[in-house]
């Protein structure tokens, strides 16, 4: 088996790179910001990490990369804050990790010095995220990025929503400058699309106008990698390539669920691998389903109904949870009264875990589209067929 563990993506990361640095007249719209949505556990933040950011900064780009979901404890707000002070700490620190590998942009081994109070970066009487980020643009003199992973996590609160507008002016406060030798970049991502493209289409939201994609799903290039990998390993059963793509299909073009597969394969008799592979992921693409729904009986019979009541909207998530009509769906579906408080004690618990979110005040939505997806496809095969 080869002993490179890692699948890059250069060429999609360059790309984007390219797109982003030095974007021709039909790219201008990522100057406004670019929004990257797909689906959880498809390997965005995989490829944020191993080939966006090394793209990045081999074209002389300074990235800062925020994961939201890094710590469900943090705000999105102290998360980005602590992440822009934690980088500027490191270019004023001599020797620093970041100025080392930045000696490409002749920034020296000695920092800079930015004229900022780390300490009270976005804090009443300190420095805005707009003075910050036009401190590093003038002194690093090259494009600042900023990447936040997971970026939907922002909507719903006042914090959230006066984090992205604060991002807005900085990047109209650093890119309008006459002159400046850099610019403020922002890419967001997340698994929520109809969200995400909210975030850029609608008139009151700080990022109106930026540029909303798909992220490019691992492709059969990928599968073919991967059996290429395994394929010197002695006694190994393997599929055809044409019969592993179809699974890896199947499986959500999720790679952690294909090599998954691929030791259950091991452990399936027969003569036909491609037969026993497509039953493999058939049954794993089940059960990864059935598992992100359990996540939603785990907090009770109260929880399960409050998840049918918001799985049941529409993408864009439904309101009146916590109102009168909602509070008897939950009473018939459990057998007792229930009032607003036991309903809000678990919508607050549904949000900490990240299984739902709040776009706005007063709406929620399924996390993860897949898994209102599945919820849906098992309802209709549960509901009654009508009679002939």
């Not at 959880?40 to 925020?66: C, H, M, N, W």
């Not at 090259?142 to 990447?147: E, K, M, R, S």
């Not at 719903?156 to 850099?182: F, S, W």
């Amino acid at each position: 088996m080869s002993t490179d563990s890692l699948f890059h993506r250069d060429l999609y990361a360059g790309q984007m790179a390219e797109q982003l640095l030095n974007p021709g007249p039909l790219d201008e719209s990522t100057r406004s910001g670019v929004f990257l949505s797909g689906i959880r556990r498809v390997g965005k933040t995989t490829f944020l990490r191993q080939d966006l950011i090394p793209a990045l900064e081999s074209r002389g780009a300074l990235v800062i990369y925020v994961d939201l979901w890094a710590d469900p404890a943090k705000s999105p707000s102290a998360l980005v804050h602590e992440a822009v002070r934690q980088t500027l700490l490191q270019l004023q620190t001599p020797g620093s990790a970041l100025l080392k590998r930045l000696r490409g942009l002749r920034l020296g081994a000695a920092g800079l010095s930015l004229d900022i109070e780390l300490d009270r970066i976005g804090e009443p009487g300190g420095s805005t995220l707009a003075q910050a980020f036009e401190a590093l643009v003038a002194k690093t003199k090259t494009n600042v990025v900023l990447i936040i992973d997971e970026v939907q996590q922002t909507l719903g609160t006042d914090e959230g929503q006066a984090l992205l507008h604060a991002l807005k002016a900085a990047r109209d406060a650093v890119n309008a400058k006459p002159g400046t030798p850099g610019r403020f970049l922002f890419i967001g991502t997340g698994s929520h699309k109809s969200l995400l493209a909210e975030m850029t289409s609608r008139r009151a939201q700080p990022f109106a106008g930026a540029l909303s994609a798909s992220y490019q799903v691992l492709g059969r290039d990928f599968v073919q990698w991967q059996l290429d990998r395994l394929a010197s390993a002695p006694g190994l059963t393997l599929p055809s390539l044409d019969a592993a793509w179809d699974g890896f299909q199947t499986l959500g073009h999720r790679p952690e669920e294909l090599l998954k597969a691929l030791r259950q394969l091991q452990q399936v008799g027969g003569t036909d691998p491609d037969t026993a592979w497509h039953i493999v992921c058939a049954t794993l693409a089940g059960a990864a389903a059935d598992a992100d729904l359990k996540a939603f009986d785990d907090l009770g019979e109260l929880g399960k109904a409050v998840f049918e009541r918001i799985a049941a909207g529409g993408e864009q998530g439904v309101s009146g949870l916590f109102g009168a009509e909602s509070l008897t769906f939950y009473g018939e579906r459990i057998g007792s009264a229930v009032d607003a408080s036991q309903v809000q004690k678990v919508v607050d618990k549904m949000v900490g875990a990240q299984l739902i979110i709040r776009p706005s005040h007063g709406v929620y939505t399924i996390a993860d589209p897949f898994v209102r997806k599945v919820w849906r496809e098992k309802q209709a095969l549960l509901a009654p067929r009508p009679k002939d």
